[in-house]
């Protein structure tokens, strides 16, 4: 949760707006000057689409919308157009992101800093319209940068910062921000919209440099480069996946001077962890009927953490390892599956304990796989999960992966 804080700027003011978290990434569009923005129709994402060409219409985005004739075309529009030095939008969901794969794929090794949005939801067959992660994880060993909210506050100020992060000359990476559908694509909640000066004053323009794609700037793009020159261009990657960090961090530092709200940690957030004994680790919109259940429990006597994942790439893996180390038993939930992973375990729980085999504090990790296909994670989900992390620091053994709320 952002923390207010006394911004530098004083006038103009931010004015308060009812709307979803697909509108709030839609309204970031507006207020980033987004150039190009493409658009195909798949539920949950369709709803950014479909305010983006309100905005359009009224005349309050003046921008070139493009409605492609498929996923991947909309996305191959924009990765040219930002090769040509245009800010782009573009988003899908399921398997729509996953027909745009072949798009996907070559985006970051083309250095395009193009901010897209995942509507969470459920991989075909058989077909579910409700969230899980599975969709925005696919590409994360490709050189995405990958950030979950929780709320259309947050979807919104993330946009801000993915475009100031991405287009830094330091990254020229892509970045998608994964929003729950259902959950927090299409409910409604109170945002604090900024001024554009504000925006202005944090987002400076595009500028690709000597990168760009122009007839008076020839330069080759997509090169055929085998095994002469490709391990050197994925080298190049990963330390611009490293430097993120450091954007991403200067980032956040900044968003808090200029708009008053301050995120604390950029990469994960920490709730009631400063006595706990045992912690719940997740991404995305779980975390309300989490905190919901920790309130409970922490009535009862019972010391139960919660820590929210926002950035998964890049993973920061040491600093989130110090922190689980302090804890007698960690348990992770994830709103993914990964068939055939080790312990059987969601991505998410494989990357955590993947992070804590060097760590010097080990505390053991509990797996759970919970909430697919839009599945609601309720309270007592959440308290059954607690229980047997206390269990488990109690020094009783527990299985190491545990489906929560299936029918038998």
């Known amino acids: 949760m952002a923390q207010a804080v006394e911004k530098v700027a004083t006038s103009p003011k931010e004015h308060d707006a009812l709307i979803s978290g697909s509108e709030a990434i839609a309204v970031a569009c507006k207020l ?10 798949i539920r949950p994402y369709d709803t950014v689409m479909q305010y983006v060409a309100k905005l359009v219409s009224n005349g309050e985005l003046d921008c070139e919308y493009i409605v492609a004739e498929s996923e991947h075309s909309q996305f191959e529009i924009v990765k040219h157009a930002s090769a040509a030095g245009a800010r782009v939008f573009c988003g899908s969901s399921g398997v729509g992101w996953m027909y745009a794969f072949e798009a996907l794929t070559v985006t970051p090794a083309l250095r395009i800093p193009m901010v897209a949005m995942v509507g969470n939801r459920a991989l075909d067959d058989p077909g579910a319209f409700g969230v899980e992660h599975n969709d925005a994880l696919a590409v994360r060993d490709l050189g995405w940068q990958l950030v979950w909210v929780d709320n259309a506050q947050e979807a919104l100020d993330t946009a801000l910062i993915a475009y100031r992060v991405a287009e830094d000359r330091r990254v020229f990476l892509p ?21 554009q000066e504000w925006v202005k004053r944090f987002l400076p323009p595009y500028n690709r440099g000597d990168l760009l794609l122009h007839p008076d700037n020839p330069i080759t793009v997509a090169p055929q480069v085998n095994e002469d020159w490709l ?44 006595d706990a004994d045992v912690v719940l680790v997740g991404m995305g919109t779980l975390s309300m009927p989490v905190k919901v259940a920790i309130r409970r429990m922490r009535a009862e006597g019972k010391k139960v953490g ?27 939930i994830d709103r993914d599956f990964s ?38 994670v309720t309270v007592p ?16 053994r527990q299985p190491l992966t545990t489906w929560v709320g299936i029918r038998e």
């Open 339 to 376: 068939f055939g992973s080790p312990y059987t375990s969601g991505v998410l729980a494989t990357e955590v304990r993947a992070a804590l085999y060097p760590a010097e504090k080990r505390p053991p990790v509990l797996a759970f796989i919970c909430g697919l296909g839009g599945r609601e």
């Open 231 to 274: 391990m050197e261009i994925r080298k190049h990657n990963d330390e611009a996946m490293k430097r993120s960090k450091t954007v991403i961090r200067e980032a956040y530092a900044e968003f808090a001077k200029i708009f008053g709200r301050d995120y604390g940690n950029p990469f994960f957030e920490e709730y009631q962890t400063q």
């Open 175 to 195: 970045c998608a921000i994964a929003c729950d559908g259902a959950f927090l694509t299409h409910s409604q909640s109170q945002v604090k919209i900024p001024p």
């Open 381 to 396: 989900d959440v308290q059954r999960m607690s229980e047997m992390l206390l269990r488990a620091a109690a020094g009783e």
């Open 32 to 41: 980033a000057d987004v150039d190009v923005i493409t658009a195909y129709p």
């Open 306 to 332: 919660f820590v929210r994942i926002r950035w998964f790439r890049p993973f920061v893996a040491e600093e989130l390892a110090a922190t689980l180390g302090r804890f007698k038993a960690v348990g992770i």
